[in-house]
Every structure is written in structure tokens, then in C-alpha cells.
């Protein structure tokens, strides 16, 4: 019986959990409200589903993507792509060498790191610092050929997304397998603090946060 129920992936699931649970309460727990709170219960019966509704069409007019998640799409590709139009406006990595920067800053061929709209000489020079220390070790992801590129573009006021694209296991079909994060920097006087705060590291130092970056993807990425 438990084998059939499956895992809440969808965040139309979730709205349907909320409405069934409010016509449960409904059904049976209303008789068992005390006479007093009856009334104040019973707004609530109306007022909640009513909320709900009205929440759920103003999502779907103004803002749809947010409804679906990744395996409501045929190719992962086209979720991240949605979810991150502007991607595409960042750097993107493709083999080891591609992104070896030299002192001068720009990786080889002459390339300039790209200079990001909307954002301040602050944040765009710890975004490119940080870019640099990580370019310079992620070459031992591709040796031991863990990845196969990585793309690193803003998203939002001050957030970056960072895609590394897994190597598919020998013998299977090419498939996308990425490791996201988002980095968000934070303008603290005259430092930019680089963080993520869902896996509680951060840093001053853009350096000091590519290290750290790194060793958790490398951690992610390594079969146990």
C-alpha cells in the first residue's frame, strides 16, 4: 500500500493536499468544535478555499513557471530554462582549459570576463575573482571526468546560479544531470559577501568562497 503512494514533487500537489485537507476539516471536525468557536471556524471553511483559489489563478496569470517542477518537463534542459531565462548571458565552460585566466584577469584567447548589467563594480569584481580561483581547480573535475561543463550567469538582484553538468556513467544515454547552486552576494562596506545560505557557508574572501564552492561540489559530484 505505501509502495503506491508517491513522493509530493509538484506544487500543484501541495495545493491539492491543502484543499482536501480543508474539506476533511470540514467533514469531520466541525461537529466536535465547541458552540463558541463554531462561527469562527466556519468563516474560516469559506474563507481559506476561497484564498486558495484566488492565490492559485493570480500565481497561474502572473507568474505560471512556479506551478511545474522538474519532472513535469520531458528534458530537465527545458525546466532550467525556464526557471533561468538569463542564464545564458553568463560564462559558460566547456572543457579544462577553456577557462585557465592568466594574471591579467580574462581567460585565454583574449576573452574578458563579461562585465554583468545591474550589477555594481563591487559585486561584478567578487563574482570575477571568485570565477577565477574556481576555474583554476575545477580542472580536476574534468580529469577525473566527473563533469563535462559548467555555466555561471546572474539571476535576479545580486543572486548568481552555477550549473555544473555531470558526465553521464558509461553505457547510458546522454542525459542532463547538473549541480545547481545560487550565490547570492551581499554588499558589506567596502567587501561583497559571497554566500549560500541554504548550505550555510559564506565568505568575504572570493577566494576563500571558491574554495569552499568547490570542495562542496567536488563532494557532491564523488561517487560514495
Known amino acids: 500500500m505505501l509502495e503506491k503512494i508517491q513522493k509530493v514533487d509538484n506544487p500543484l500537489t501541495i495545493i491539492a493536499i491543502f484543499a482536501g485537507l480543508t474539506e476533511i476539516a470540514d467533514t469531520a471536525v466541525l461537529p466536535f468544535v465547541t458552540a463558541a468557536n463554531q462561527s469562527i471556524f466556519i468563516w474560516f471553511l469559506m474563507a481559506f478555499p476561497s484564498a486558495l483559489v484566488i492565490i492559485f489563478f493570480g500565481t497561474l496569470h502572473f507568474n505560471p513557471k512556479v506551478l511545474y517542477g522538474p519532472g513535469d518537463y520531458r528534458d530537465d534542459r527545458n525546466f532550467l530554462n525556464v526557471l533561468f531565462p538569463d542564464r545564458s548571458a553568463g560564462i559558460r565552460i566547456s572543457d579544462a582549459a577553456a577557462f585557465a585566466l592568466p594574471e591579467s584577469g580574462g581567460p585565454k584567447g583574449g576573452a574578458e570576463l563579461p562585465i554583468f548589467a545591474d550589477l555594481s563594480d563591487k559585486v561584478n569584481r567578487a563574482a570575477s575573482l571568485m570565477m577565477k580561483s574556481l576555474s583554476e581547480k575545477t580542472g580536476a573535475l574534468f580529469t577525473k571526468h566527473l563533469i563535462t561543463g559548467y555555466s555561471f550567469a546572474p539571476h535576479g538582484q ?51 568562497f571558491a574554495e569552499m564552492l568547490f570542495r562542496d561540489i567536488e563532494t557532491a559530484l564523488t561517487p560514495h
Open 158 to 208: 545580486n543572486l548568481f546560479l552555477l550549473s555544473v553538468d555531470r558526465k553521464p556513467p558509461p553505457g547510458t544515454s546522454e542525459s542532463l544531470n547538473q549541480e545547481l547552486r545560487i550565490i547570492r552576494a551581499t554588499e558589506k562596506g567596502d567587501d561583497v559577501e559571497l554566500s549560500i545560505p541554504e548550505r550555510g557557508y559564506q565568505s568575504t574572501n572570493p577566494a576563500e
